[in-house]
């Protein structure tokens, strides 16, 4: 059953002020960070959404979250539609999905405890026990944190234990869904192994499902069940992670795959792939996004915008040659 | 100049301690490090092991609480730490170019780029007119589009690809005959990665420079290096050819990171390896080997022993005492 379903969301940022979008004519006075996106997360199950920087992936968590208002598109949790942010029913709704930050440091404050950290859901929320001193041992020790770091601050922690807290206070008022920005980040290799790790067991534990934002794609190889690559804002192939590491459909995301560094002197690559870099979100190229920088582009690439369209069960791409 | 020596860089027997309020940290033990000419050193290890403060110990730039405790450190055959003044102008950005994490801080934001790299040409006896010549030709050759033109667009113009492509530019217009790379592919996108790596690969075959190459991306240092360096600790803990160290890693650490790397596990698996316990305070440094705490075939002896270097193989070495049992099994 889908827990979360998106359909055509599109998030846009202003540019320039009314005064300049008027004495400029401009007609469109903004960039679309986020671009027609659909899609649909399942119960209990791990969704990745990768690509590089300025693909959009983490205004499309935000957006979800609603940290920033969508343009346009349908947001649709367990079923009911996200009401306004003013509504009753808001907190309601939102409570259900919580958000890990990038920054697993910078996104505490630096002038509470541990301790206030992960129970300050609570109180906004007037939610769980009574006793939320009581609540907050608990959470510790569901990340694996002794109670006495309780009382610490956030400069006392290492990167790895301040991201075992932004876990703990992402599943303080038991939601359903985490999305997880960034979750290994500036962590050591050793490290990064513990996290998702301890994600893993909570998922198996508590039913949880995850979006994982991230471009590290050795670790959603592991990790996710579902995955969506993005570009210039918009999903350019979907599809089960198996698959598409197997045979990745579309060319960007065969030249993200070679990309990375293979761990085995053996295994060099003579060449990048991929030349050139990600174009301009106030700039798009016509037609294919990917055309400029694609090794295969063809005259219709530079002329006709692909649709996202299925190639195989569960897989769709926005390529006129899929590769797989 | 005397004759050039075969090794650009010889780091021997180094310690570095930090004065702190509770006491002295010892950053760096008996670090030996050796950078043959033309060739390209990897160091790797985990944050904290002390890659930032060797390669500051080795251009001079220590913080003022460290202090130097042992060793020395040969540049070209002449010994960084007793250098004088003038010594260590010619030394940094002559003789050693750096290349830094983060190519934004690297580069002075309120002045064009073309000033920039006209001004790292200062030794240089030549007209501004040529230097801006030199200038775009290095543009041009690390892949900068229409670099003449360029020139006078400031840092914040350009995409984080392309400033570390300028910093690099910047580093090899005084010819250096060592490049420092700290973690210079950090800030960047794994295809903008890919494409920086290659560059560095082409240039050194070019200028014929060495490079050492800090990372803690195992992935990138199998990819470039010729020898690779881990530490740990503070401590260098193996070091050998880079096929030698990632095919038949000598130490447990060496072997612990290798893994752990996610991109290494070639089955899916929800149980990624991990290396449990944390790195030892350094205020208080274990009195035998550094991982015995987190060492998986760690024996009472380790505690006390400190582990002198075994030989594996030719430039191979690991600082270990269970290597005759370790590598047999």
Same mark, same amino acid.
């Given at each position: 059953?889908?827990?979360?379903e ?9 540019t ?72 009753s ?46 609540e ?78 991230t ?5 959603v190889r ?53 030349s ?45 040659f899929?590769?797989? | ?14 310690s ?36 930032? &403060? ?6 001079? %730039? =220590? ?7 042992s !060793? #020395? *450190? /040969? $540049? ?102 060592l490049?420092?790379a ?8 794994? &295809? ?6 290659? %560059? =560095?690969?082409e ?5 014929? !420079? #060495? *490079? /050492? $190459? ?116």
């Amino acid at each position: 059953m889908s827990l979360l379903e998106v359909d055509n969301l599109t998030v846009r940022f202003r540019t320039m002020g009314v005064v300049r979008q008027f004495l400029t004519a401009t007609k469109q006075p903004w960039v679309e960070a986020v671009a027609d996106v659909s899609f649909e997360l399942r119960e209990a199950k791990t969704f990745a959404l990768v690509g590089e920087s300025g693909s959009g992936k983490t205004t499309l968590g935000r957006a979800l979250i609603g940290l920033i208002p969508p343009a346009s598109g349908r947001i649709r949790f367990g079923g009911s539609d996200r009401p306004g942010r003013s509504s009753s029913a808001w907190k309601r709704w939102r409570r259900q999905m919580a958000m890990m930050f990038q920054d697993p440091v910078g996104s505490l404050s630096p002038r509470l405890t541990v301790r206030s950290l992960i129970s300050e859901p609570l109180a906004i929320h007037g939610a769980g026990p009574q006793d939320r001193d009581a609540e907050a041992r608990r959470l510790l020790g569901l990340v694996g944190l002794p109670t006495d770091f309780g009382s610490r601050f956030p400069h006392e922690l290492s990167g790895g234990q301040a991201r075992r807290v932004g876990v703990a206070r992402a599943l303080s008022l038991n939601p359903r869904l985490v999305i997880a920005d960034e979750p290994t980040a500036g962590l050591d290799v050793s490290v990064q192994g513990e996290i998702l790790n301890l994600m893993n067991r909570l998922q198996q534990e508590l039913g949880l499902a995850y979006l994982l934002i991230t471009h590290n794609l050795p670790i959603v190889r592991h990790v996710s069940d579902r995955l969506a690559v993005m570009y210039l804002g918009r999903l350019v192939e979907t599809g089960p992670t198996d698959q598409v590491f197997a045979r990745p459909a579309h060319p960007y995301t065969h030249g993200l795959l070679a990309a990375q560094p293979h761990p085995d002197p053996e295994r060099r690559r003579m060449t990048a792939e991929l030349s050139g870099e990600v174009p301009s979100l106030r700039n798009r190229p016509p037609a294919c996004e990917f055309h400029t920088r694609c090794p295969f582009a063809q005259q219709i690439c530079r002329e006709v915008a692909p649709e996202l369209r299925e190639i195989a069960p569960g897989r769709q791409t926005r390529c006129h040659f899929p590769l797989a | 100049m005397s004759e050039p020596s075969p090794t650009i860089l010889q780091i021997s027997d180094l310690s570095v301690a930090y004065a702190t309020p509770r006491g002295a940290v010892r950053a760096l033990a008996h670090v030996d490090l050796t950078v043959p000419r033309g060739e390209i050193v990897g160091i790797v290890g985990e944050s904290g092991c002390g890659k930032t &403060t060797l390669i500051s110990a080795v251009l001079r %730039l =220590l913080a003022g609480n460290a202090t130097v405790t042992s !060793g #020395s *450190i /040969l $540049f070209n055959g002449r010994d960084v730490l007793a250098m004088n003044g003038t010594e260590l102008r010619r030394l940094r950005g002559g003789g050693i170019a750096m290349v830094f994490q983060d190519p934004m801080t690297a580069l002075n934001p309120v002045l064009s780029i073309g000033t920039q790299m006209v001004d790292v040409q200062f030794r240089e006896r030549r007209s501004t007119a040529q230097k801006r010549r030199a200038a775009a030709a290095m543009l041009k050759r690390v892949g900068i589009p229409d670099a003449e033109s360029r020139l006078d667009d400031y840092p914040h113009q350009f995409s984080g690809g392309m400033r570390q492509r300028i910093a690099i530019a910047m580093a090899l217009l005084t010819n250096p005959s060592l490049l420092i790379a700290d973690e210079p592919t950090t800030a960047l996108d794994v &295809t903008m990665e890919a494409q920086i790596i290659h %560059l =560095l690969r082409e240039l050194k075959q070019e200028f014929a !420079g #060495s *490079i /050492l $190459f800090i990372s803690h991306n195992l992935g990138l240092i199998a990819e470039l290096c010729d020898r690779v360096t881990v530490m740990y600790a503070g401590e260098v803990v193996e070091t050998g050819p880079v096929e030698a160290l990632f095919h038949y890693p000598g130490h447990p650490y060496t072997q612990a990171l290798l893994r752990c790397d996610p991109a290494r596990v070639e089955q899916k698996t929800v149980e990624l390896p991990t290396i449990p316990g944390e790195v030892p305070n350094l205020l208080s440094p274990p009195s035998g080997c550094v991982f015995t705490d987190r060492c998986p075939i760690a024996i009472d002896r380790c505690r006390v022993t400190v582990p002198p270097p075994i030989a594996l193989g030719p430039g191979h070495a690991a600082r270990c005492i269970r290597i005759p049992e370790n590598v047999a099994a």
